[in-house]
């Protein structure tokens, strides 16, 4: 299993930036993104189960970040829009097998992480 995570860089406040995601091996029932800021513990952001397309989103984000999916490709994508630089971290794709509703807002709902991809933010 492969998790290839990409799209990441620097940005101004307010700009846009449109991460991927590209998994390989098997199928998940569940992706996600965390990230993680220097000296901060790696948070959630957002998540999609692959079978409905049901959408999760942290408060921090909603309304400016949106998840989006390509079953056929096995690919996901966060659209984040109007960033701040408090959004500056190390973003992290993430998959899971057997994700929960109790479980998909943590970092324990997922079996295969990807390698980050960095987001800088200037104001």
């Known amino acids: 299993v492969q998790l290839q995570a990409s799209g990441g860089g620097l940005v101004q406040a307010g700009e846009s930036l449109r991460l991927s995601c590209a998994a390989s091996?098997?199928?998940?029932?569940?992706m996600g993104w965390f990230r993680q800021a220097p000296g901060k513990e790696r948070e959630f952001v957002t998540a999609?189960?692959?079978?409905?397309?049901?959408?999760y989103y942290a408060d921090s984000v909603k309304g400016r970040f949106t998840i989006s999916r390509d079953n056929a490709k096995k690919m996901v994508y966060l659209q984040m829009n109007s960033l701040k630089p408090e959004d500056a971290a190390v973003y992290y794709c993430?998959?899971?097998?057997?994700?929960?509703?109790?479980?998909?807002?943590?970092?324990?709902?997922?079996?295969?992480w990807g390698q980050g991809t960095l987001v800088t933010v200037s104001s």
């Open positions: 091996g098997r199928t998940f029932n569940a």
């Open positions: 993430a998959a899971g097998t057997g994700t929960i509703l109790s479980t998909i807002r943590t970092m324990g709902g997922y079996d295969y």
């Open positions: 999609i189960r692959m079978s409905g397309g049901f959408t």
